[in-house]
């Protein structure tokens, strides 16, 4: 199964990248994950990308596109993936294409999730993320049992610096000059679907897996 989440920053695209991945057993790819990782370990790619991200502004595509095309060729992507947060242009949905074209990979469902400016503002101002094993929590519509302690491994709980309200800003900014393009790439291919952001995570999963059963049957 390969699934494309697209989405402004705050939509929700983690939270159900994770539910579908847990549901269909395949892993969830998070270059926003894989780069906060390799920042925090100081790599070669983490200290290249860490003032970008720091500003809100986009990794260079040459980057992001030799640690997908790495990333989707390891052992565990051989059943599928969920691309969450990747491709963010066009030319790395171009990209994107010809590492699919080379691996011989169909894409099952590409979900855009729609959501409303208020809804991404309360979704990213309220969002914690757990520093340890990356589970995402909202401060009211997905609390952790304990405040500030993740449910699943009990590390601490803390809010991104890009989650900040300045940075914020500049990350809608990008999405809306250069990812919200990607709508029209994607959206007369059959495997495009809308998704209503502003519906509860659970809601938007059953919504995503009625697609997929739509998908998975005529495919
Ligand atoms: P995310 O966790 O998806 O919101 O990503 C956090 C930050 O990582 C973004 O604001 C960008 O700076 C960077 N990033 C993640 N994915 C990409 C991508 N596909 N292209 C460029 N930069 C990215």
Redesign the pocket.
């Known amino acids: 199964m390969h699934i494309i989440l697209l989405g402004a920053?705050g939509a929700g695209?983690?939270t159900l990248a994770k539910m579908i991945a847990g549901k269909f057993g395949v892993p969830h790819l998070?270059?926003?994950?894989i780069?906060?990782d390799n920042v925090n370990k100081k790599t070669y790619v983490g200290n290249q990308?860490k003032e970008?991200?720091d500003?809100?502004?986009?990794?260079?595509?040459d980057?992001?596109i030799q640690m997908?095309k790495g990333r989707v060729l390891e052992e565990d992507c051989k059943t599928g993936f969920i691309l969450?947060?990747?491709?963010?242009?066009i030319r790395?949905a171009e990209a994107l294409k010809l590492i699919f074209d080379e691996l011989d990979i169909t894409i099952d469902a590409i979900f855009n999730l729609e959501a409303s400016q208020e809804t991404i503002i309360e979704r990213l101002s309220g969002r914690r993320t757990c520093k340890n094993c990356g589970a995402i929590y909202h401060i009211k519509n997905i609390p952790s049992e304990v405040e500030g302690k993740c449910d699943k491994c009990g590390n601490m709980l803390y809010q991104?610096d890009?989650d900040k309200k300045d940075?914020v800003k500049k990350?809608l900014m990008?999405y809306k000059t250069q990812t919200k393009k990607l709508i029209s790439y994607y959206e007369k291919q059959d495997s495009f679907c809308e998704i209503d952001a502003n519906k509860k995570v659970d809601e938007m999963f059953v919504e995503a897996c009625k697609d997929l059963g739509k998908a998975c049957k005529s495919g």
């Open positions: 920053p695209k983690g998070s270059t926003g994950d780069l906060r990308a970008y991200m500003n809100g502004k986009l990794v260079p595509d980057i992001m997908v969450d947060g990747f491709p963010r242009t790395q991104r890009d940075v990350r990008v």
